[in-house]
C-alpha cells in the first residue's frame, strides 16, 4: 500500500506543481517519498470532506491548509537537493 501512496502523492504533487513536474519525476529521496505519503493521504481526505453533504469547512480548510503547507515543502526539497547536485 505504502508504495502506491507514494505513487499517488508524486502524481498529485505534479499536477498541483506543473512548474516542478520533471524534478518530482527524476528527484529520489525518503523524505520525498514520505513527503508524497503524507500529501496522498491528505489530498484523499480532502476530496472525501468535498463530497460530504453538509460539507464541514473548518475541517476542509484545515486539509486545504496541510496540502499547500506540503506542495510548499516539497518546493523546498526540490530546491535543496538541486542545491546539493551542483
Do not use: W
Not at 64 to 86: I, N, P, S, T
Amino acid at each position: 500500500m505504502a508504495m502506491s501512496l507514494v505513487r499517488n502523492g508524486r502524481a498529485r504533487l505534479a499536477l498541483a506543481l506543473p512548474h516542478h513536474r520533471e524534478q518530482l519525476r527524476i528527484v529520489k529521496s525518503l523524505e520525498l517519498d514520505a513527503l508524497f505519503e503524507a500529501y496522498a493521504i491528505a489530498a484523499m481526505t480532502l476530496e472525501n470532506l468535498r463530497k460530504e453533504n453538509p460539507p464541514r469547512e473548518d475541517v476542509m480548510l484545515e486539509y486545504q491548509g496541510l496540502c499547500l503547507d506540503m506542495q510548499a515543502e516539497a518546493v523546498q526539497l526540490l530546491e535543496r537537493h538541486g542545491r546539493e547536485r551542483k
